[in-house]
């Protein structure tokens, strides 16, 4: 399905001669990275490569966006999921090639296409209007943003001549002197669309693997007289790409060590910045201390107030203020409101909504559960699909058995319940108000608010039995 539109757009995009359209380039593989992931799915402190770029891109609020796939395109597409539309590039050619690919969706356009590399991630959107707004001022047929890097290896170099742009030359074709010019192309271009297909057409195949270098529309402009004009990134480390696991373990570094610091501004104590991992989009309240080896994931809330020990992870969940979370926890989907208090060894697993100044201990897994207000599961147990209400002690080892082996069944525990020791509860089953369950019980009808369940055999004692054994 080359060049078709994926999108549920129609062929033509909207906007006039002063639209603004995008493009993301993500069809390569990536070689460089190894493995056999698409390199623009590789993740960034929290989201996609790919979905740092359309993050910063939608900032633009472009008449149309679009990403070119290629290598592994539908895990690429339904990863991205709704929004732009997708035009595929089979083979992969090079990035010139890549961006005529685009010509069905965007033919007939006027108005400017800003293009940019999937696999640099941190292009801030404050750069990106000041570009689009140099390329719109200057009436230019294409603008780079260029950035002087103090390690320029790897990019293509940006070649003045009486300190206007020449043209672009790749590192494999750069001669020594050309590698030791500072200023490289970021891969972050706008062009006005109209000469723009024309001149891809004629791009050439170069270097090792016969490509078409996008690059080198600036150079044919050049030639044809038309204006070719640069803008320079403010901060160099924002024009960084990918190309390697350890440029993605570099930036990574550097987006974690900016994370901390903005959070530390802002009043949290990190105590080892250094192994702390703080996803993008995480929050955290002034006052909160984080200790040594704790990685916080996704869209994740913490509270004012909390302490979280050594070796927590908690994803996509959401912690209230003055909550504590001991050694070791594993929270993921889950809420803990205000004073609760997690662990050592607990597992909230997706669903679960642990209710203000109630108390999770150790080894406790909860899963689409509620433990309301006050209550507490503090030792050894599983509670899965229930609603446990206020005021309810859990005791240790309790067991809620929700699974026959084809549905799940709820539990259900009422306000004030007391759950001794070592019960199962076999669900469905509701435990009434206030109601007792004797340790050791195995609880399969439900249980009416204010008795007592005893669901165990009765004890018997054989008196002497050990010293007439002795004696045989
Ligand atoms: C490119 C530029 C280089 C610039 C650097 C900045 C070219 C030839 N070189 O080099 O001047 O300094 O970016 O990061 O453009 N892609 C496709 N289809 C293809 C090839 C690539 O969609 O056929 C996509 C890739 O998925 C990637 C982007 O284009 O997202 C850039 O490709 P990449 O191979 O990483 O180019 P660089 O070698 O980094
Ligand atoms: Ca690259």
Known sequence: MSQQPAGGEAAAAPGGPDACHVIVLAAGQGRRMGGIRPKVLHRLAGPTLIGHVLRAAATLAPASTTVVVGHQADAVVQAIGPGPRFVRQAPQL???????????????????????????????????????????????????LTAELPRPFGYGRVVRIDGRFGRIVEETEATPAQRAIREVNSGIYVFDLVPLFEALRRIPAAGPRRERYLPAVLSLYRRQG?????????????????????????????????????????????????????????????????????????????????????????????????????????????QVD?????????????????????????????????????????????????????????????????????????????????????????????IGRGAYVAAGSCVTRDVPPEA?????????????????????
């Open 452 to 472: 007592l369940a005893v669901a165990r055999s009765r004890q018997d004692n054989k008196p002497d039995w050990a010293t007439r054994r002795r004696r045989r």
């Open 94 to 144: 090079g990035t010139a090639h890549a961006l005529l690919q685009a010509e069905p969706v965007l033919a007939g356009c006027a108005g400017s296409l800003v293009v940019l590399s999937g696999d640099v991630p941190r292009i801030r959107p404050d750069t990106l209007r000041r570009l689009a707004a140099a390329h719109a001022a200057a009436g230019a047929a294409a603008t780079v």
């Open 226 to 334: 038309l204006a070719v004009e640069t803008v320079g990134a403010g901060d160099p480390h924002e024009i960084r790409g990918i190309n390697s696991q350890t440029e993605l373990a570099e930036v990574s570094r550097i987006m974690r060590q900016n994370k901390n610091e903005e959070l530390m501004a802002a009043g949290v104590t990190i105590e080892d910045p250094a192994t702390t991992y703080i996803d993008d989009a995480v929050r955290v309240g002034p006052d909160t201390v984080i200790h040594p080896g704790v990685t916080l994931e996704g869209n994740t809330t913490i509270g004012a107030r909390c302490e979280l020990h050594s070796g927590v992870r908690i994803a996509n969940s959401a912690v209230g203020d003055d909550v504590t979370v001991n050694n070791f926890c594993v929270i993921t989907g889950a």
């Open 338 to 430: 205000a004073g609760g208090r997690i662990g050592p060894f607990a597992h909230l697993r997706p669903g679960t909504v642990v209710r203000e100044a109630a108390r999770v201990g150790n080894f406790v897994e909860l899963k689409k559960a509620t433990l309301g207000p006050g209550s507490k599961a503090n030792h050894l147990s599983y509670v899965g699909d229930a609603t446990v209400g206020a005021g309810v002690n859990v005791g240790a080892g309790t067991i809620t058995c929700n699974y026959d082996g084809e549905s799940k069944h709820r539990t259900t525990v009422e306000d004030g319940a007391f759950i001794g020791s070592g019960t199962q509860l076999v669900a469905p089953v509701t």
